[in-house]
């Protein structure tokens, strides 16, 4: 079997099915497209579906991929064990309606045996119970009856609620009898560790419909996944994908950095280890993509994966911001695959910056609200922490469990561990729930509304309406999908989220949690229900007021922006994306480099300029061509029909647009400027506040001037002139500390001659200094030069946890041929460092500071 790299193992697998006629495609985005069924792609089959259910026509009828991909229901699994990852790349090979199970199953044995040249006798098949087909063509493969096992639905038949399904085949590979559970009759479908799956061939021939019976398709298809870590694992004979090539690199880096070594779990060190391995490679892949860290949907899972991975850190004792470092690691191996990586670098590693700034100063925001609790508990005498607040301080705010318990155990008190850990149960749970309700309505989202009359959309000028029920259906989570006749419920689109709201009549109620507009029919998703609802009843539709308000603010505030932009920034300024919520809005134009500060705040103020002037707000429906003759601003790249609406705002503004605004301008309030940032080449991003949340923020900021101010004991209007003189004092008391080193270096030159090591008639003088800059212990050398020869100085100083050496050869030694850049050399290494100089001077960094004093002991054997 050929021991191959990762990288080689990706190549070859895509270059042998390219060679059989199938079309590459690139790895689709981790952000999936026209699916509100998944929040992150966690599949090789994922981005495909629309070519699977026929929604769209596939680029061929056969295709090859390597698809990159994020799982985090078991997120606390990873680093615990050594097999459970968040990212993974999953290789497919993939059959729309052309090739079915014969070919399928022989171009895989091929690929495994002639290609992977994996051993025929270490590999196994299962296939589903009741498929002969599939079974007689492993044994016309030649593989051993004996090794081709049946097993039942559970395990080989691949379903998703209703619609397309079918039986499926997988190959394993044994690993041997030592990982083994010693049973005769030990073979795959054994929960041991001795058999390991990684390749799953499904054949989709069959249609589950409502009354559980299946009927064939038309056209089948072939849907393959082979993990591409776990076939690496089998190909390089590696226990852990933490040993596959490309991920020990990175783990490697992380020993380095933390100066600890791995032993394959049986150090405490080693899950930290584990854990900021696996989530590096998630956080630069899902940034590389366009996933930024935030408090919901993809933001939260990137947030929560940066945090982890630096928390860990900070367990390790490694120096906070070293995230960004090893960011490097990763793009140096999956660059080739993924040039976006390289493309993207800076961006990537600025948003994990930022990211790890802000989760320390969380963990101050959460030590003060840990303290309030220990107020309380002290007031209530109680000594053990409700595991409900532990859990909220370690989900909310990200603070570490450990740290929690530590800092209770200052104060004598402990936490409620069982309720701690129930909590955590309750989360997991609802995540994989969660994700079984996102899977069942996977293929919901593809069924057919061609015969359901279109929804009217009401929304424009009414709250609340009468409607009529045309179809309903519920999934295996309890949520309702239903259609109605009309609706003033707004459907996600064009950067706006829907509205929120509740259905209701004598007999039913339910609360409308989220709205997709789906050819021209408004689906409505509904939780909490309660009651029962037919076809053909009418209900009453109606929206929340508030969030409808203030989500109209954030739009209108959107167009007030983009114009703002175009004045001030340049007319080359569009649209190139948005995201308008009830509680913030984002903003992405084109733009070369980031907006000067002062150049923001002029927008920010001509936009609240226009909110100011209480612009009336209107809507008309006109030709295209018409709009564009009154200069109404369109996205670019966006097809728009013979008749478009257009929202103007006064004679300021005026844009084609389908959603929701205020009547005037000045119902917005105010706006404010959060932050601005580049989200890719030539894109830059505005996320803003608009209205109650503006004064929200505000109060926010408030409170930390009040207890800044109190803790500098000035006002908060003289927190500016104070800071300026604590400042001032700061700088004379450096300007002291270094005078008072200065005149103690003049003092230490002549205690290190009388203390020098004579060797051969030349003096070497060692020392170890704490707190010393480079440039001191420079000076010192010069000074002791001047009033001496044949004299050469090795130093080291630890400064902030920096390590350096300084190599100083007199003159007349350097006419001998001493050269201080080869001894240090030397010498930096045996601390983990290096550098270099000229002959006469020379420095260098090191890592361990356990090996300073070894290092200078090293200068006796160069001399």
Not at 79 to 92: C, N, Y
Not at 675 to 693: N, P, Q
Not at 732 to 760: G, H, Y
């Amino acid at each position: 079997m050929d021991k191959l790299g990762l990288n080689e193992i990706r190549k070859l697998f895509i270059d042998f099915f390219e060679k059989r006629g199938h079309y590459v495609a690139k790895s689709a985005s981790l952000i999936p497209r026209n699916d509100n069924s998944l929040l992150i792609i966690n599949s090789g089959m994922a981005p495909l579906k629309p070519y699977f259910s026929c929604a769209e026509t596939p680029p061929a009828k056969r295709m090859t991929t390597c698809q990159k991909c994020i799982r985090t229901g078991d997120i606390e699994n990873v680093g615990v064990t050594s097999r459970h990852a968040t990212f993974f790349e999953m290789l497919g090979n993939f059959s729309f309606g052309d090739y079915f199970k014969e070919q399928s199953l022989r171009w895989g044995w091929e690929f495994i045996t002639d290609y992977l040249h994996m051993p025929t006798e270490n590999v196994w098949a299962t296939v589903y119970e009741e498929d002969d087909e599939a079974y007689e063509i492993w044994k016309k493969l030649g593989m051993p009856e004996e090794k081709i096992v049946r097993l039942g639905k559970e395990d080989n038949f691949w379903e998703i609620g209703l619609g397309p399904c079918g039986p499926c085949s997988e190959l394993y590979f044994d690993r041997g009898e030592k990982f083994g559970c010693g049973k005769e009759d030990c073979k795959p479908g054994c929960d041991c560790d001795r058999y390991i799956e990684f390749w799953n061939h499904v054949f989709t021939q069959y249609s589950r419909e409502e009354d559980g019976s299946y009927t064939d398709l038309a056209n089948p298809n072939i849907d393959t996944g082979m993990g591409l870590e776990r076939l690496a694992c089998i190909m390089q004979d590696v226990d852990s994908i933490f040993d596959v090539d490309t991920i020990k690199y990175i783990l490697d880096g992380v020993t380095c950095l933390a100066n600890v070594e791995y032993k394959d779990g049986e150090a405490e060190s080693d899950m930290s280890i584990r854990i900021i391995t696996d989530h590096i490679r998630s956080m630069v892949f899902m940034i590389s993509d366009g996933i930024l860290p935030s408090n919901e949907g993809r933001g939260y899972v990137l947030r929560r994966i940066i945090r982890r991975a630096a928390r860990h850190g900070k367990m390790l004792g490694i120096k906070a911001g070293f995230l960004t470092n090893l960011t490097d690691l990763v793009i140096e191996v999956s660059g080739e695959a993924y040039p976006e990586l390289i493309e993207e670098k800076d961006f990537i590693k600025k948003i994990i910056s930022v990211e790890e700034d802000k989760f320390a100063q969380t963990l101050d925001q959460g030590m003060l609200i840990l303290k309030t609790y220990i107020d309380e508990m002290n007031e209530e005498k109680n000594q053990r922490l409700d595991g409900r607040l532990a859990f909220k301080l370690y989900d909310t705010y990200g603070f570490p469990l450990e740290l929690t318990q530590e800092i209770l155990a200052e104060h004598n008190k402990a936490i409620d561990l069982n309720g701690f850990k129930e909590n955590m149960q309750k989360q997991r749970e609802m995540a994989r729930s969660s994700q079984k309700c996102s899977s069942d309505e996977a293929w919901n989202d593809a069924r057919d509304y061609s015969n359901i009359p279109p929804t009217k959309f009401t929304g424009y000028t009414e709250a609340k309406s009468e409607s009529k029920i045309l179809y309903t259906d519920t999934n295996s989570c309890g949520k309702m999908l239903i259609i109605l006749d009309k609706t003033p419920f707004y459907a996600t689109s064009g950067g706006q989220l829907n509205d929120m709201g509740k259905l209701h009549n004598k007999d039913f109620k339910c609360n409308i949690v989220d709205v997709i507009k789906e050819n021209d029919a408004y689906l409505h998703i509904a939780e909490n229900v309660e009651g029962d609802l037919k076809v053909g009843e009418t209900v009453v539709a109606e929206i929340d007021q508030v969030i409808r308000n203030n989500t109209s603010r954030n739009h209108s505030s959107t167009h007030l922006l983009q114009k703002a932009l175009q004045e001030i920034v340049g007319e080359h300024v569009h649209q190139a994306g948005s995201l308008v919520a009830n509680n913030y809005l984002r903003f992405d134009f084109n733009h070369f480099e980031a907006v000067t500060k002062q150049d923001l705040k002029r927008v920010e103020d001509r936009v609240n300029e226009m909110i100011n002037m209480f612009l009336p707000v209107t809507h008309e429906e006109m030709s295209i061509e018409k709009a564009r003759e009154m200069g109404a601003t369109a996205l670019f790249g966006e097809k728009y029909g013979d008749t478009v609406r257009v929202i103007k705002m006064g004679d300021y503004s005026a844009e084609l647009c389908g959603g929701t605004h205020v009547e005037n301008t000045g119902f917005i309030g105010s706006f404010k400027i959060l932050s601005e940032a580049g989200v890719a080449s030539g894109v830059r991003r505005i996320e803003a506040l608009t209205g109650k949340e503006v004064l929200t923020t505000l109060n926010k900021y408030e409170d930390m001037l009040n207890e800044i101010s109190t803790r500098m004991k000035t006002t908060t209007f003289g927190i500016s002139e104070r800071l300026l003189n604590i400042l001032e004092e700061n700088k004379e008391l450096k300007k002291a500390v270094k005078e008072f080193k200065d005149s103690t270096m003049c003092d230490a030159a002549s205690n290190l001659i009388d203390d020098a090591t004579e060797i051969n008639g030349i003096k070497l003088l060692t020392k170890r200094f704490k707190d010393t800059d480079i440039d001191q212990l420079r000076k010192l050398t010069d000074d002791i030069k001047s009033e001496n020869k044949k004299v050469i100085m090795v130093f080291a100083s630890e400064t902030n946890d920096k390590i350096m050496f300084i190599v100083s050869v007199s003159d007349d030694l350097v006419e001998q041929g001493y050269h201080a850049g080869k001894m240090i050399k030397t010498i930096a290494s045996v601390a983990g460092g290096g550098g270099g100089g000229k002959a006469n001077m020379a420095q260098a960094g090191a890592k361990d500071p356990s090996k300073i004093d070894e290092a200078l002991d090293i200068a006796k054997t160069l001399i």
